[in-house]
């Protein structure tokens, strides 16, 4: 069974919901791995939280027998990517693991931005492709229109695809023959020195970090000593084996084609960075693979407890956390309006919703979350370069020579009615237009460059409700590139609340001080002093609101001898300030540090 | 042993007025009878009044009492004295509204003992009655008070209130004025406090708020307009004889109600009926709010609870606190047997502010503190 030609390596590219993790979940099935019962409804999102969201956040790995039409058996290795663009670099390494893609397309709404993104992802790595056309028992699917399309725009030899309903099980087995017949067999040199790229790693308390590899060339077995060429780690394999539904099978020795696993008492997951090639530490391969990348994130944002005393429980599960996700940064950082709490960077924004559910939900923390920002870079006139991720840290405007943020390069596919909003969208967003081209009769894909900034907020959701549901998304990182920002600072009865600090386009400052104000006079409640509250930008006040002061505050009412129900109120009052965070003599909830992260709602 | 107070609650009313969040009801004859039946045996049971216990004030409220027949009132009190020594000089209180009561009713409430009758009359402008949802109008207000002096009430009380929607300065000037025309021995104040589960609520709730924040909303008073209501009022009651003694009550000299003292003093207190709280030490519970369990059940108790020294003395500063005459700490440290060091500084605070004051060896609530007395009792519990 180790002769390559019986090995498939492959994975499945799609746009969110076009039934990526359903087709999996098929595949599994039809291959006779798991039995119905433990068939739990998505095999391969393991998380509770992927499953809620029906995203898959960690790219994962199943190894499955087929006996195909042939009458051979095949070893199919099927790696799962996340569907997200915050996990891009992931995705290019989980699909450099594989030697072809299953471009699976919904019958009904055709090609989406991230089709286009996700397939160019997989030819850039020479994958072979091939599409699938799913959802064909959907009343509104039109299989024959979407097979034109895909041939049009993506220039996919579509006519023979496999038509499917992933859901009810129509038409699996003709994917699994097209795997068979279409993904290439791996052609690696199983005597060659150890040359095995990561894809992910896990952390078990047990058996330490377990890498997720694909090995190129070479073969490795327990006792191996392996390096792992960019981070310069060296370890003694305990084990090695291939990936069950949900389960790490333990095998005598993977050798090159095959997907697997591989533990050596590793401690930390930042030892085997994603996208690192792994050798054998005695007769190491000549060079490394290609496409390595350090783990950079690029959303920075302040997370608090809510509870002061709670911050070395927060301090715990964040390195829990690291333990299993390397791309997750922290590091102390104080601040005078929230306390002790931490600075940590994410690759992208649902990456930091991830990240904060997990430590709400999974640790029992409550968390206060400072608005996110981007990297920027500072030149101050000295010649330094500093590169910003808390708006705190800003220098002083005369330090300053100018400021850099970085840009993204966005694709937005968009029916015919709705490109006059998204272009208003983007234009409001600071974005540039690069181009739009009818893909079909009555669709665009819109090319634009955007600041980051602008779109880690609620560029999505803007998005979304600005063209009723029917434009997608996706943006690759560009460049950094010269811009007029400015840190616009919030002063709460004349005091500067750090927390609130932000940097925006000096354009957009205006406009933003203006409604954060409007925001936290609502969210502030009334004290015994009018307090007003002020949005500036180097020290000049530039919008401003006020709370009045409060008059009246008194139970002048009877309410006989019922003393209990008098003190259930004072001790509501009593509480609700204790939630409180204490700004000067002005005290602020939790809840108005939390409300400016939605500014464009209403 | 200090002498108790006795509180009966009658939950019946004509009609449920738009702002009222109290336990009170219409209900048919059957429903009364059976609650007066109820009532009776609660009184009479035992474990409600120990032998021998003295009682000197009695307070009928609700709800509306006058709304029962008198002969309900006039057993109830019965069965009371039956039950324990009501003392020769107790004060027996009746809460009454205009348009419920008869010559006949208020000669049978004096027969029976009762000797101050508290009138809800709110206001004396009919635009605002009507508001309400009171039953009666400005007119019946006097003449209700007429009768109850020729059936020879010498303690009469007047409920009035503020905030009221569209009340001005004018309109509430001229309800005090003929409030005082009338030279009641009591007026209480109260602020109309928009309660949710009441139709004012659907009405005005957040209105305050709205307007605070610089909305439009002018359906109720500002606050700045209330409060100054409420000062200009003490200064008018003040002139006419009335001493402000707590945040929303004013009287002519002697005439303080007992039966509110006492809950404001802590003192002990057994509540009848539904929905009624007694306090008889560090002991506390309230009956059922539920009709059906009240009649039905044999336990009617609920919520009972039994306060720690520290508790007991939290409570005793701020409702305390209410009474002009304020608290001596020090002594209540005494009485309670607690400490009270942990509230010096927040009565640190509260005298920089200036929301209490110093009055000898007591603190009081400031002018100002008595507008804002949420606040200042919130450090106390």
Same mark, same amino acid.
């Given at each position: 069974m180790n002769d390559q030609e019986r090995i498939r390596n492959f994975c499945i590219v799609a746009h969110i919901d076009h039934g990526k993790s359903t087709l999996a979940d098929r595949i599994i099935e039809k291959t006779g791995l798991l039995t119905e019962r433990e068939m739990q409804e998505q095999v391969l999102d393991n998380m509770d939280l992927e499953r809620e969201r029906g995203i898959t956040i960690k790219a994962q790995a199943v190894r499955t027998i087929y006996k195909a039409k042939d009458g051979k058996e095949y070893i199919l290795n099927l790696i799962d990517t996340p569907g997200h663009v915050d996990f891009n670099y992931e995705v290019s390494r989980a699909l450099a693991a594989c030697d072809g893609a299953?471009? /699976?397309?919904? $019958?009904?709404? &055709?090609?989406? @931005?991230?089709?286009?993104?996700? !397939?160019?992802? $997989?030819?850039?790595?020479?994958?072979?492709?091939?599409p699938v056309i799913n959802k064909i028992d959907l009343p509104s699917a039109e299989p024959e229109r979407v097979k034109d399309e895909i041939e049009d725009v993506i220039g996919l030899e579509a006519q023979d695809a496999p038509l499917i309903s992933a859901k009810n099980g129509i038409g699996i087995e003709e994917v699994l023959e097209a795997v068979v017949e279409k993904v290439p067999a791996p052609k690696g040199d199983a005597d060659a020195p150890l040359k095995a790229l990561i894809f992910d790693s896990v952390y078990d308390s047990y058996k330490g970090v377990i890498v997720f590899m694909r090995i190129m060339d070479g073969k490795v077995r327990k006792g191996t000593r392996v390096k792992m060429m960019a981070t310069g780690a060296v370890a003694e394999v305990v084990e090695v084996g291939w990936f069950g539904a949900g389960q790490f099978i333990p095998c005598e020795e993977l050798s090159a084609g095959m997907v697997g696993y591989l533990a050596a008492s590793i401690k930390n997951v930042k030892d085997t960075a994603v996208g690192d090639t792994v050798t054998e530490a005695d007769r190491p391969c000549a060079e490394a693979l290609p496409g390595y990348k350090k783990v950079q994130s690029m959303v920075y944002c302040g997370l608090y407890p809510a509870d002061g005393a709670k911050y070395p429980d927060l301090k715990d599960a964040l390195e829990k956390l690291t333990l299993n996700d390397a791309s997750l940064f922290y590091e102390p950082e104080t601040s005078v309006a929230l306390g002790f709490g931490f600075r940590c960077g994410f690759l992208g924004l649902l990456h930091l919703e991830v990240v904060q559910e997990r430590l709400e939900r999974e640790y029992d923390l409550d968390l206060v979350t400072t608005a996110p920002g981007v990297v920027y870079k500072v030149y101050k006139t000295n010649g330094d370069v500093i590169e910003l991720t808390n708006p705190s840290n800003l220098p002083d405007p005369s330090e300053i020579d100018h400021m850099e943020e970085p840009i993204v390069s966005a694709e937005i596919m968009v029916t015919k009615d709705f490109i006059g909003s998204i272009m208003e969208l983007c234009q409001e967003r600071r974005g540039r237009y690069l181009?739009?081209?009818?893909?079909?009769?009555?669709?665009?894909?819109?090319?634009?460059?955007?600041?980051?900034?602008?779109?880690?907020?609620?560029?999505?959701? @803007?998005?979304?409700s600005r063209s009723k549901g029917y434009a997608s998304f996706d943006y690759e990182m560009k460049a950094y590139e010269t811009s007029k920002l400015v840190k616009l600072d919030i002063l709460i009865n004349k005091e500067e609340v750090d927390a609130l600090s932000f940097i925006v386009h000096s354009d957009s400052a205006y406009e933003r001080g203006r409604r954060m104000c409007e925001r936290l006079k609502d969210e502030i409640p009334r004290h015994l002093f009018e307090i007003p509250i002020q949005a500036a930008v180097g020290g000049k006040v530039i919008a401003r609101e006020t709370v009045k002061a409060m008059r009246k505050d008194v139970l002048a009412k009877c309410y006989g001898g019922d003393i209990t129900r008098k003190k259930k109120l004072l001790e509501k009052q009593k509480e609700g300030k204790k939630r409180m965070r204490q700004i000067g003599n002005v005290e602020i909830p939790q809840s108005a540090f939390m409300s400016v992260l939605k500014l464009d709602e209403e | 042993m200090k002498n108790k107070g006795i509180y009966v609650h009658i939950p019946f009313c004509v009609r449920k007025c738009a702002y009222c969040d109290f336990l009170s009801f219409p209900a048919g004859d059957?429903?009364?009878?059976?609650?007066?039946?109820?009532?009776?045996?609660?009184?009479?049971? &035992?474990?409600? !009044?120990?032998?021998?216990?003295?009682?000197?004030?009695?307070?009928? &409220?609700?709800?509306?009492?006058?709304?029962?027949? @008198?002969?309900?009132? !006039? +057993? #109830?009190?019965?069965?009371?004295k039956k039950s324990c020594i009501v003392t020769a000089d107790a004060e027996i209180s009746i809460e009454a509204n205009p348009g419920t009561v008869t010559e006949e009713k208020l000669a049978l409430y004096r027969e029976a003992g009762i000797n101050r009758i508290s009138f809800g009359a709110q206001s004396f402008n009919d635009d605002e009655l009507k508001l309400l949802g009171r039953i009666h109008r400005s007119g019946d207000i006097s003449e209700c008070f007429e009768a109850a002096r020729r059936a020879g009430f010498e303690n009469i009380n007047l409920d009035l209130m503020t905030g009221l929607p569209g009340q001005t300065k004018?309109?509430?000037?001229?309800?005090?004025?003929?409030?005082? &025309?009338?030279?009641?021995?009591? #007026?209480? /104040?109260?602020?109309?406090?928009?309660?949710?589960?009441? @139709?004012?609520?659907? +009405?005005?709730?957040? $209105?305050d708020d709205i307007r605070a924040k610089g909305g439009t909303q002018s359906l109720l008073p500002s606050e700045e307009e209330e409060r100054l209501m409420v000062v200009r009022g003490a200064e008018r009651l003040a002139e006419a004889g009335y001493a402000q003694y707590e945040i929303s009550n004013y009287a002519r000299e002697g005439y303080e109600c007992r039966h509110n003292l006492k809950y404001w003093l802590r003192e002990d207190y057994l509540g009848f009926g539904l929905g009624a709280a007694s306090c008889l030490g560090n002991f506390r519970y309230k009956n059922t709010s539920d009709m059906k369990e009240y009649l039905e059940a044999e336990d009617i108790r609920k919520d009972r609870e039994y306060l720690t020294a520290e508790e007991e003395l939290s409570e005793a500063i701020f409702l305390g606190l209410r009474l002009n005459l304020g608290v001596d700490i020090k002594e209540l440290e005494k009485e309670y047997g607690a400490d009270a060091s942990c509230y010096l500084e927040w009565t640190e605070k509260m005298l920089d502010e200036g929301l209490l004051i110093k009055k000898g060896e007591n603190i009081a609530l400031s002018g100002r503190g008595r507008d804002l007395a949420n606040y200042v009792w919130s450090g106390y519990v």
């Amino acid at each position: 069974m180790n002769d390559q030609e019986r090995i498939r390596n492959f994975c499945i590219v799609a746009h969110i919901d076009h039934g990526k993790s359903t087709l999996a979940d098929r595949i599994i099935e039809k291959t006779g791995l798991l039995t119905e019962r433990e068939m739990q409804e998505q095999v391969l999102d393991n998380m509770d939280l992927e499953r809620e969201r029906g995203i898959t956040i960690k790219a994962q790995a199943v190894r499955t027998i087929y006996k195909a039409k042939d009458g051979k058996e095949y070893i199919l290795n099927l790696i799962d990517t996340p569907g997200h663009v915050d996990f891009n670099y992931e995705v290019s390494r989980a699909l450099a693991a594989c030697d072809g893609a299953i471009l /699976v397309v919904d $019958a009904a709404q &055709g090609i989406e @931005a991230q089709t286009l993104a996700n !397939v160019y992802l $997989a030819l850039d790595h020479d994958l072979e492709v091939f599409p699938v056309i799913n959802k064909i028992d959907l009343p509104s699917a039109e299989p024959e229109r979407v097979k034109d399309e895909i041939e049009d725009v993506i220039g996919l030899e579509a006519q023979d695809a496999p038509l499917i309903s992933a859901k009810n099980g129509i038409g699996i087995e003709e994917v699994l023959e097209a795997v068979v017949e279409k993904v290439p067999a791996p052609k690696g040199d199983a005597d060659a020195p150890l040359k095995a790229l990561i894809f992910d790693s896990v952390y078990d308390s047990y058996k330490g970090v377990i890498v997720f590899m694909r090995i190129m060339d070479g073969k490795v077995r327990k006792g191996t000593r392996v390096k792992m060429m960019a981070t310069g780690a060296v370890a003694e394999v305990v084990e090695v084996g291939w990936f069950g539904a949900g389960q790490f099978i333990p095998c005598e020795e993977l050798s090159a084609g095959m997907v697997g696993y591989l533990a050596a008492s590793i401690k930390n997951v930042k030892d085997t960075a994603v996208g690192d090639t792994v050798t054998e530490a005695d007769r190491p391969c000549a060079e490394a693979l290609p496409g390595y990348k350090k783990v950079q994130s690029m959303v920075y944002c302040g997370l608090y407890p809510a509870d002061g005393a709670k911050y070395p429980d927060l301090k715990d599960a964040l390195e829990k956390l690291t333990l299993n996700d390397a791309s997750l940064f922290y590091e102390p950082e104080t601040s005078v309006a929230l306390g002790f709490g931490f600075r940590c960077g994410f690759l992208g924004l649902l990456h930091l919703e991830v990240v904060q559910e997990r430590l709400e939900r999974e640790y029992d923390l409550d968390l206060v979350t400072t608005a996110p920002g981007v990297v920027y870079k500072v030149y101050k006139t000295n010649g330094d370069v500093i590169e910003l991720t808390n708006p705190s840290n800003l220098p002083d405007p005369s330090e300053i020579d100018h400021m850099e943020e970085p840009i993204v390069s966005a694709e937005i596919m968009v029916t015919k009615d709705f490109i006059g909003s998204i272009m208003e969208l983007c234009q409001e967003r600071r974005g540039r237009y690069l181009s739009m081209e009818y893909i079909e009769a009555n669709r665009a894909l819109l090319k634009y460059e955007l600041p980051l900034n602008e779109i880690i907020y609620d560029f999505f959701d @803007a998005l979304k409700s600005r063209s009723k549901g029917y434009a997608s998304f996706d943006y690759e990182m560009k460049a950094y590139e010269t811009s007029k920002l400015v840190k616009l600072d919030i002063l709460i009865n004349k005091e500067e609340v750090d927390a609130l600090s932000f940097i925006v386009h000096s354009d957009s400052a205006y406009e933003r001080g203006r409604r954060m104000c409007e925001r936290l006079k609502d969210e502030i409640p009334r004290h015994l002093f009018e307090i007003p509250i002020q949005a500036a930008v180097g020290g000049k006040v530039i919008a401003r609101e006020t709370v009045k002061a409060m008059r009246k505050d008194v139970l002048a009412k009877c309410y006989g001898g019922d003393i209990t129900r008098k003190k259930k109120l004072l001790e509501k009052q009593k509480e609700g300030k204790k939630r409180m965070r204490q700004i000067g003599n002005v005290e602020i909830p939790q809840s108005a540090f939390m409300s400016v992260l939605k500014l464009d709602e209403e | 042993m200090k002498n108790k107070g006795i509180y009966v609650h009658i939950p019946f009313c004509v009609r449920k007025c738009a702002y009222c969040d109290f336990l009170s009801f219409p209900a048919g004859d059957e429903l009364k009878k059976a609650y007066t039946g109820r009532l009776l045996k609660e009184i009479a049971d &035992g474990s409600a !009044v120990s032998e021998g216990q003295t009682v000197d004030s009695i307070f009928i &409220g609700g709800g509306t009492p006058s709304v029962p027949e @008198a002969a309900d009132i !006039v +057993r #109830i009190l019965e069965q009371i004295k039956k039950s324990c020594i009501v003392t020769a000089d107790a004060e027996i209180s009746i809460e009454a509204n205009p348009g419920t009561v008869t010559e006949e009713k208020l000669a049978l409430y004096r027969e029976a003992g009762i000797n101050r009758i508290s009138f809800g009359a709110q206001s004396f402008n009919d635009d605002e009655l009507k508001l309400l949802g009171r039953i009666h109008r400005s007119g019946d207000i006097s003449e209700c008070f007429e009768a109850a002096r020729r059936a020879g009430f010498e303690n009469i009380n007047l409920d009035l209130m503020t905030g009221l929607p569209g009340q001005t300065k004018e309109v509430w000037s001229e309800t005090l004025d003929k409030a005082i &025309g009338l030279s009641p021995e009591h #007026i209480s /104040v109260y602020s109309l406090i928009i309660e949710e589960g009441t @139709a004012f609520y659907g +009405r005005y709730h957040g $209105a305050d708020d709205i307007r605070a924040k610089g909305g439009t909303q002018s359906l109720l008073p500002s606050e700045e307009e209330e409060r100054l209501m409420v000062v200009r009022g003490a200064e008018r009651l003040a002139e006419a004889g009335y001493a402000q003694y707590e945040i929303s009550n004013y009287a002519r000299e002697g005439y303080e109600c007992r039966h509110n003292l006492k809950y404001w003093l802590r003192e002990d207190y057994l509540g009848f009926g539904l929905g009624a709280a007694s306090c008889l030490g560090n002991f506390r519970y309230k009956n059922t709010s539920d009709m059906k369990e009240y009649l039905e059940a044999e336990d009617i108790r609920k919520d009972r609870e039994y306060l720690t020294a520290e508790e007991e003395l939290s409570e005793a500063i701020f409702l305390g606190l209410r009474l002009n005459l304020g608290v001596d700490i020090k002594e209540l440290e005494k009485e309670y047997g607690a400490d009270a060091s942990c509230y010096l500084e927040w009565t640190e605070k509260m005298l920089d502010e200036g929301l209490l004051i110093k009055k000898g060896e007591n603190i009081a609530l400031s002018g100002r503190g008595r507008d804002l007395a949420n606040y200042v009792w919130s450090g106390y519990v």
